[in-house]
């Protein structure tokens, strides 16, 4: 069995469902011979806030990675409450014995559609999925590689790893076994320079903490160029080749960065696509836009003719991002460009995404955010 660094009985629980599955032939994928026989998959540092949804600091193989799995069966969309998943149906019973290898692609396409709405690429994503889902790479996906393939692509950050798995802030995916699976390592898993255990956060003023992540962030310099990162990859979410998703927990517990200060993001569980919420949200019903929301930024509005949430999301990812970055990079900015710097920031959290040309505007912002804020740093050792 796998070994854990901090050991407890729910921590542990994951691993006992995956292996006992690859065991008996339910699943495969290229982690389960490490986590299950060779115990060579590490389990470290806790860094989950809730027991269903693990993530760990691991090492596999001498190479360090974040190792993560959902503990309960499906995601479903549960608005104005935690979003967690719920157990509703029995993990692995898809694809079923006897199912084709067009079958199985039938079945990706569909999941897909529903997802992210009738692009005309999807054929081309089924087949990067089945290229992924072939963990041995022997050319054929077996019915245990499906089957961990299936679990794994109701997952919105594992599809959304796979569709950007060639951009640079998002972490690489290093394997899985079931629906877990590891992910490239992050060395700063916070956007602040200073991560405390869940417990202790639960006991901390907010007022407070708000002092210490000030105090514990890099350089100037080096938190622009993290913040250009978060700019970029906002670029790469909206609009991207499969459709637009849309970014529900902007949280600095969410982006890290490497010891380059590259940003990398931690935690994507909560980038949806959009065609997926709208599908979800609309004709729900309410009483006040309160009721409207997924995640803690992912807000529609209450028509209150109908009782009903509107289908749009009021405010773009851009708009979420500058947000969290305006005391991020206000605080020691330099003085001769903090003014302009200022009025970008507050400019960018004004977008709305009923407003006309939207996405010129959306353009515009970013490009002159980046722009301002490369100069600054492009003759520092910094960048």
Request: proline share 4%; glycine share 6%.
């Amino acid at each position: 069995m796998a070994r854990s660094l901090c050991p407890g009985a729910w921590l542990r629980k994951p691993y006992y469902l995956q292996c006992d599955k690859y065991k008996t032939g339910v699943i495969d994928g290229p982690a389960c011979n490490s986590l299950c026989v060779t115990e060579t998959l590490y389990f470290g540092k806790c860094l989950s806030t809730k027991p269903n949804n693990q993530m760990y600091l691991g090492i596999w193989d001498n190479l360090p990675g974040v190792v993560k799995c959902q503990m309960e069966q499906t995601l479903h969309l549960d608005f104005g409450t935690e979003l967690e998943p719920r157990k509703e149906i029995v993990l692995f019973d898809k694809p079923t014995r006897g199912t084709t290898v067009q079958k199985f692609k039938e079945m990706v396409y569909s999941l897909f559609k529903a997802k992210l709405g009738d692009q005309g690429n999807l054929s081309e994503l089924v087949n990067l999925i089945l290229t992924v889902a072939d963990g041995d790479k022997d050319g054929q996906v077996s019915l245990g590689e499906a089957k961990s393939a299936w679990a794994l692509l109701q997952l919105n950050e594992f599809l959304l790893m796979v569709i950007l798995q060639d951009k640079e802030h998002t972490p690489k995916l290093m394997g899985f076994c079931g629906d877990l699976y590891v992910m490239e390592s992050v060395e700063y898993t916070s956007l602040y320079g200073i991560s405390l255990p869940w417990v202790i956060e639960l006991f901390i003023p907010s007022g407070f903490r708000r002092s210490m992540d000030q105090l514990f962030t890099p350089s100037w310099p080096r938190k622009a160029k993290i913040a250009i990162g978060l700019l970029e990859f906002v670029e790469d979410v909206f609009h991207g080749p499969y459709g637009n998703f849309l970014m529900c927990d902007t949280s600095a517990k969410n982006l890290g960065y490497n010891d380059k200060y590259d940003l990398k993001m931690v935690d994507m569980r909560k980038i949806v696509p959009e065609t997926n919420l709208k599908e979800l949200i609309k004709d729900r019903h309410c009483e006040s836009d309160l009721d409207c929301v997924y995640g803690t930024d992912c807000r529609t509005s209450c028509d209150q003719s109908t009782m009903k949430c509107t289908a749009e999301v009021i405010q773009p990812n851009l708009a979420k991002a500058c947000q969290l970055l305006k005391d991020y990079l206000l605080r020691g900015a330099p003085s001769e460009i903090r003014e302009e710097l200022e009025k970008q920031l507050y400019s960018c959290i004004a977008l709305k995404v009923t407003a006309n040309q939207m996405e010129m505007e959306h353009s515009l912002i970013l490009n002159n955010l980046k722009t301002l804020l490369w100069k600054k740093i492009s003759y520092t050792n910094d960048s």
